[in-house]
C-alpha cells in the first residue's frame, strides 16, 4: 500500500511563532485533505488539497502532486492550534487512510 | 444542521464483555463510516454502510460488527472485547463524496 511520512512527528511551538508541517507519501493519491484533531479527539477537516495551494485564516496548504508532498502552513500560531494535524488520503470512494500525524502544542 | 453525534461518550467493560456504540449521522446523510483510533496503531478504518448495507469493511476480527437502520443511525458491536479493543471510536457521515466527511466526537472505551 502507500506509504505517508508525516514529519516532524512532534512540534513544540511558542504563541505567535510560525511552522510547517509536511506530508510525504511513496506514490500518488486521491483526495488528499488535512485535518486536525483537538485535545479532546475531536476531528475537523481543513483543508481538501488535492494539488495547489490554499488559505483560510492562518492556514494554509500547498499539495504539490506532481512531486508527492503536501504542506500545511500555520501562522501567528495559538493556544487553540495544539492538537494532531493529519494528511489524509482516500482509498476507493469511501475509505480514509491517515498519517501518523503531527504533534502539535502551542505554549503560551 | 445538527453535527454527527455518538453515544455513549465513554465507556468501561471488562475482558470478555460486548459494547454497542450508536451514531447519528448528519440529517440527509445515508453514508456512515467507523474508524477505531489507538496509540499504537493510529486511525484505522473499520467499516461503511450506506442505505443499510455495508458496503466496505477494513482488516478487523468478525468481532467487530454493524449495522444500520432505516434512518441512516448506525451500530458497531464488539463482541468478547480484549484489553487491545480499548481505543477511541470514531464515526463519520457524508452525503456525497469522500472529500466531505463530517466527524463525530468519538466514543472512548476502555476495557479492563
Known amino acids: 500500500g502507500i506509504q505517508v511520512e508525516q514529519s516532524p512527528p512532534d512540534l513544540i511551538l511558542q504563541e505567535g511563532a510560525n511552522s510547517t508541517l509536511r506530508c510525504n507519501f511513496s506514490?500518488?493519491?486521491?483526495?488528499l485533505q488535512w485535518f486536525h484533531q483537538n485535545p479532546w479527539g475531536q476531528l475537523i477537516n481543513l483543508f481538501y488539497?488535492?494539488?495547489g495551494t490554499k488559505q483560510n485564516g492562518r492556514l494554509s496548504a500547498t499539495t504539490v502532486a506532481t512531486e508527492r508532498y503536501s504542506l500545511l502552513y500555520i501562522s501567528s500560531s495559538q493556544t487553540t492550534d495544539s492538537g494532531v494535524y493529519f494528511c489524509?488520503?482516500?482509498?476507493?470512494?469511501?475509505?480514509?487512510?491517515f498519517g501518523a500525524g503531527t504533534t502539535v502544542t502551542v505554549r503560551a | 444542521k445538527a453535527g454527527v453525534t455518538q453515544t455513549p461518550r465513554y465507556l468501561i467493560k471488562t475482558r470478555g464483555q460486548q459494547v454497542t456504540l450508536s451514531c447519528s449521522p448528519i440529517?440527509?446523510?445515508?453514508?456512515v463510516s467507523w474508524y477505531q483510533q489507538t496509540p499504537g496503531q493510529g486511525l484505522q478504518f473499520l467499516f461503511e454502510?450506506?442505505?443499510?448495507?455495508?458496503?466496505n469493511k477494513g482488516n478487523f476480527p468478525g468481532r467487530f460488527s454493524g449495522r444500520q437502520f432505516s434512518n441512516s443511525r448506525s451500530e458497531m458491536n464488539v463482541s468478547t472485547l480484549e484489553l487491545g479493543d480499548s481505543a477511541l471510536y470514531l464515526c463519520?457521515?457524508?452525503?456525497?463524496?469522500?472529500?466531505?466527511?463530517?466527524f463525530g466526537p468519538g466514543t472512548r472505551l476502555l476495557v479492563l
Open positions: 463519520a457521515s457524508r452525503s456525497g463524496s469522500v472529500e466531505t466527511q463530517y
Open positions: 506514490d500518488s493519491v486521491n483526495n
Open positions: 488539497i488535492p494539488s
Open positions: 489524509v488520503f482516500s482509498v476507493g470512494d469511501y475509505k480514509l487512510s
Open positions: 440529517s440527509g446523510h445515508r453514508s
Open positions: 454502510y450506506f442505505s443499510e448495507t455495508q458496503r
